[in-house]
């Protein structure tokens, strides 16, 4: 594993959103392997060693995503587990009724990613909207049982995931997906019919209970906090991390999202960052503080 980071910040004029941002980061990665991370979420400190682990050991799959635990308010804090399945079979039928991956956790080969046309402008779903055309192409999911990342959410979120907009969204994708024959009509009504009333007609007190009723207790694991334990140094391949950032972001949150990153057991070769717009000069010198801890560009 290397021993520094090269840190490149890519800046777009202005804001194009987080599929496009995740597109030209994707672009800009130098290597095949690329995991994805958000600009206010926390890995786990063996994150990424974890999903290197199952390249090397099943080097025909193509994505490795994990389960994800949320919080509000401190890290510690943490109110349910988002688990996923684990197995290529399962995800994909998983798939078939909401998406199977925890955006925020994957690692992917870049060739995948490309071959199925990269990341694509669509409304709060571009992960989702990816994932299926990857499956469309016969790529193999895995993810580990393990939560990988300490995920920011509130009440926000449950608003953000609600309304006209956002259900036209989740149409759209179920309506590709019966289409192009991956879903049924029974399937398809079942899907829309579900998402109009967790999205349209529920009033937000009531999807935020819908959330937290789907998600798992947390439990933590036996002898402390996951990757505190010292790790046999062995051959992994190398990998770039893709972020974006813009000018909405909390500086402190992007700051501490940086930090679990550069603290991995297997550490990135390169951080790719696409400044999303104009940024404040906050937000620029935690940019700055990490061009010098990473010593490379």
Same mark, same amino acid.
Not at 111 to 125: K, Q
Not at 190 to 218: Q, S
């Given at each position: 594993?290397?021993?520094? !980071?090269?840190?490149? #910040? ?52 193509? !994505? ?6 949320? *919080?509000?308010?401190? &890290? ?18 998983? /798939?078939?009724?909401?998406?199977? /991956? ?6 992917? =080969? ?23 055309? /990857? ?6 999911? %895995? ?11 509130? #009440? ?8 006209? =907009? ?10 590709? /997906?019966?289409?192009?024959?991956? !879903? ?9 019919? #579900?998402? *109009? ?5 529920? &009033? ?28 046999? &140094? ?7 991390? %893709? ?22 057991? #297997? ?19 935690? !940019?700055? =503080? ?8």
């Amino acid at each position: 594993m290397p021993e520094t !980071i090269a840190f490149r #910040a890519v800046y777009l004029p202005e804001n194009r959103g987080l599929g496009n941002a995740l597109r030209v980061a994707v672009e800009h990665c130098s290597n095949e392997l690329i995991a994805r991370m958000d600009s206010d979420d926390l890995s786990a400190p063996d994150r990424f060693r974890k999903q290197l682990d199952v390249f090397v050991q099943a080097p025909d799959t193509d !994505i490795v995503g994990g389960s994800i635990t949320e *919080f509000v308010g401190a &890290p510690d804090h943490i109110t349910g587990v988002r688990a996923v399945e684990t197995t290529d079979g399962t995800i994909k039928a998983d /798939m078939k009724k909401r998406c199977a /991956m925890n955006h925020v956790s994957v690692m992917y =080969k870049k060739s995948a990613v490309l071959a199925a046309g990269g990341y694509l402008d669509w409304f709060w779903n571009e992960d989702y909207y990816l994932w299926i055309r /990857m499956m469309e192409r016969g790529c193999r999911f %895995a993810n580990v049982p393990e939560p990988l990342v300490n995920v920011r959410t509130g #009440a926000d979120m449950s608003k953000r995931r609600g309304g006209w =907009k956002y259900f036209r969204s989740e149409r759209g994708l179920q309506k590709y /997906m019966l289409d192009h024959r991956m !879903i049924g009509l029974p399937r398809y009504l079942y899907n829309v019919a #579900a998402r *109009f009333f967790g999205e349209v007609l529920a &009033p937000n007190w009531v999807r935020t209970l819908l959330f937290r009723l789907i998600r798992k207790e947390y439990a933590p694991e036996p002898g402390g906090e996951a990757g505190s334990q010292p790790q046999e &140094p062995r051959d992994l391949p190398p990998f770039s991390v %893709a972020m974006s950032v813009y000018g909405k972001d909390d500086p402190q949150w992007f700051d501490l999202a940086l930090d679990s990153v550069v603290r991995q057991t #297997a550490k990135p070769a390169e951080i790719v960052l696409v400044v999303d717009g104009p940024v404040p000069d906050e937000v620029r010198d935690v !940019i700055t =503080k990490y061009e010098a801890i990473c010593g490379g560009k």
